[in-house]
């Protein structure tokens, strides 16, 4: 099927078209501006999103993804600011926040809303441990990408082929959630 998938991001219509289109789905980019609300969690800003293009009559099916980046020493931020902090001071602002800090562990985590023809909505979550390095690391990826190693590995998101990010991330394993409900409902 063709599913519709309402972001601004370039990085997360590449990630997505590439786990999708071995499943025999297309993405087609919707330039939607969905109004993203300031809240605690990501669920909630999902919630909102599909509530919001349900209203609108976006046409369906749909996805929306929200992800952010957890660092544990600092109590989970920049998490629901990933945006606002990647924008403002950027993954070097990230570091210097961590500069006297030692334990680096932190997770990505993923929402994706799916928002059915049938007027449904359905979340599905995925996370991905790892550390916050202390300098930027190569070219591929986007967004935090060039700051982070997931657990097990000794290369960066950045440093990565795409297809092996997209097999352990955070959006990668929302993703298999989300496709084995599709494939479940016979979508
Ligand atoms: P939307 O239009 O889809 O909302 P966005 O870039 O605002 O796009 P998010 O709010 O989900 O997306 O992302 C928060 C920040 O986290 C943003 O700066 C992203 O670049 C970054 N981010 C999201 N997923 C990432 C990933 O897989 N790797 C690195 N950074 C990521």
New binding site residues.
């Given amino acids: 099927m063709n599913i519709n998938l309402?972001?601004?991001?370039q990085?997360?219509v590449e990630?997505l078209t590439a786990i999708l289109r071995p499943f025999g789905h297309t993405v087609s980019q919707l330039p939607v501006k969905?109004p993203?609300i300031q809240a605690m969690t990501?669920e909630e800003?999902v919630d909102f999103g599909l509530t919001w293009l349900h209203g609108q009559k976006t046409p369906a099916p749909l996805i929306?993804?929200?992800?952010?980046?957890f660092v544990e020493k600092l109590q989970g931020f920049?998490g629901v600011y990933?945006?606002y902090?990647?924008?403002t001071i950027g993954p070097q602002g990230l570091l210097r926040q961590l500069e006297h800090i030692e334990d680096r562990q932190a997770s990505?985590k993923?929402v994706l809303g799916l928002l059915l023809e049938d007027g449904t909505t359905h979340k599905f979550v995925g996370e991905c441990k790892g550390r916050i390095i202390h300098e930027m690391r190569g070219d591929g990826?986007?967004?935090?990408?060039p700051i982070?190693i997931p657990d097990g590995f000794d290369r960066t998101?950045a440093e990565l082929p795409p297809e092996e990010?997209n097999e352990i991330?955070?959006?990668g394993r929302a993703m298999q959630n989300l496709l084995a409900f599709i494939s479940e409902k016979g979508l």
Avoid: M, Q, W
Wanted: net charge negative.
């Fill in positions: 309402v972001t601004s991001n990085g997360k990630e969905c993203e990501l800003v929306i993804d929200d992800a952010g980046v920049p990933s945006r902090v990647h924008d990505f993923c990826g986007f967004g935090y990408d982070f998101f990010k991330s955070h959006r």
